[in-house]
């Protein structure tokens, strides 16, 4: 009731202040950039247990002193970095989540340099998105989402990196199906193998094949090596919309449908069924949830899925639609804790 009373008072008040307290939270472009410059320039890293004078951090960050103290001082005035004297600025209070080797790994997802920060930075152009339809990477990048991560490796890196951090979803995804009557999963777009590697760990008598772009699959051969089950898994580098590899009894596709239009979703699935044949399944898990579920998260990752690549996010009646133009019919789902979609689809005949 107070809260309806306070919504129909916003909603009568046409006072700039109002409509300041209304949207001001939501318009600063200021802040966050003033974060992300901060980051990309590891000021944080730069900084050692004492406070540093701006002078000193300028020269170690090839900056220009006035206007990092400036930056700094913005980010002071909202309780990230702190300056105990003026002129000198310390890291201890939350802008030592921004040090590069911290294991929350903020600084990765901030870093204008790397693929979290050009993942904010093409919603400049969501103005085109939203006029066109179209993804805004390609006209902030200058090339398509996928074209540009394989042109440029340190991105497309950090992109794998960055699909592989989250152990927590990784065994949520996991145990959301259950594998004992499996005997080989063909995980199609899978990364560098995060989510096969937690199948296989709980399933040893499970075997995999890892498909996915050949860069993302030879840094997967090397993830997996290094965790144990390179002798279990075979590696096919190459396009989920080419012929897929025959003989697996599990078409996993993890987070990838989401990434593609529903023409090209239905290509990727058409795909599966047919290697997957009568007697294969093919699983798709999605996340985060439905709009019922999380309505803020849907909206934001289906939001997401356009600018990057084109892509959407898709209730579960969608997948059955999609299913349906692909020759495949949902067998069961299911959502786990964490909020994934697991979904089990057969070809269509059996
Ligand atoms: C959002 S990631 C999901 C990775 C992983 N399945 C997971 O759940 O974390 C989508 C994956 O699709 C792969 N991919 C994109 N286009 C592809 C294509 N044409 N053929 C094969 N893989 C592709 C990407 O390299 C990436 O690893």
Redesign the pocket.
């Known amino acids: 009731m107070i809260g309806s009373l306070c919504a129909m008072k916003e909603f009568h008040d046409d006072s700039a202040p109002a409509a300041w307290a209304a949207l001001g939270p939501l318009m600063d472009l200021v802040t966050p950039m003033a974060l992300r410059v901060a980051a990309t320039l590891r000021i944080a890293d730069l900084i050692d247990d004492d406070a540093v004078g701006v002078d000193a951090l300028a020269e170690r960050s090839g900056t220009d002193a006035d206007a990092l103290a400036r930056l700094l001082r913005h980010l002071v005035a909202h309780g990230v970095f702190a300056e105990p004297e003026p002129g000198r600025f310390s890291a201890g209070g939350p802008a030592r989540f921004l040090r590069s080797d911290h294991p929350a790994g903020m600084h990765a997802s901030l870093d204008l340099d790397g693929f979290g920060g050009q993942m904010d930075l093409a919603f400049t152009g969501l103005l085109h998105t939203v006029r066109t339809g179209e993804p805004a990477w390609e006209t902030v990048f200058g090339k398509p989402f ?1 074209q540009y ?1 394989a042109d440029e490796p340190h991105i497309g890196a950090a ?2 990196a960055t ?2 951090t989250g152990p927590e979803y990784f065994a949520d ?1 996991a145990a959301g199906y259950d594998w004992t009557n499996a005997t080989h999963v063909v ?5 560098i193998g ?2 096969l590697a937690e199948v296989l760990n709980k399933n040893h008598g499970l075997r995999a094949t890892l ?3 050949p860069d ?1 699959v030879r840094r997967g051969g090397r993830y997996l090596a290094e965790r144990g089950m390179a002798g279990r898994c075979e590696f096919a580098g ?4 080419d012929p897929l590899p025959t003989g697996g009894d599990i078409y996993l ?4 449908v989401h ?1 593609w239009s529903d023409d090209e979703a239905v290509a990727i699935l058409r795909r599966c069924a047919e290697a997957a044949g009568e007697h294969g399944r093919v699983l798709i ?1 999605e996340g985060p949830g439905t709009a019922n579920a999380d309505p803020a998260a849907f909206a934001e990752m289906n939001l997401r899925m356009l600018v990057l690549a084109g892509g959407r996010q898709r209730e579960l009646d969608d997948y059955r639609a999609l299913a349906g133009a692909s020759g495949l019919r949902v067998t069961d789902t299911r959502t786990t804790p964490l909020g994934h979609d697991v979904i089990e689809c057969v070809t269509a005949r059996e």
């Open positions: 996928w991560l992109f794998d699909m592989a995804a995980d199609v777009g899978g990364g995060a989510l498909v996915d772009l993302t190459q396009s989920f919309f596709l993890s987070h990838v990434d898990i």
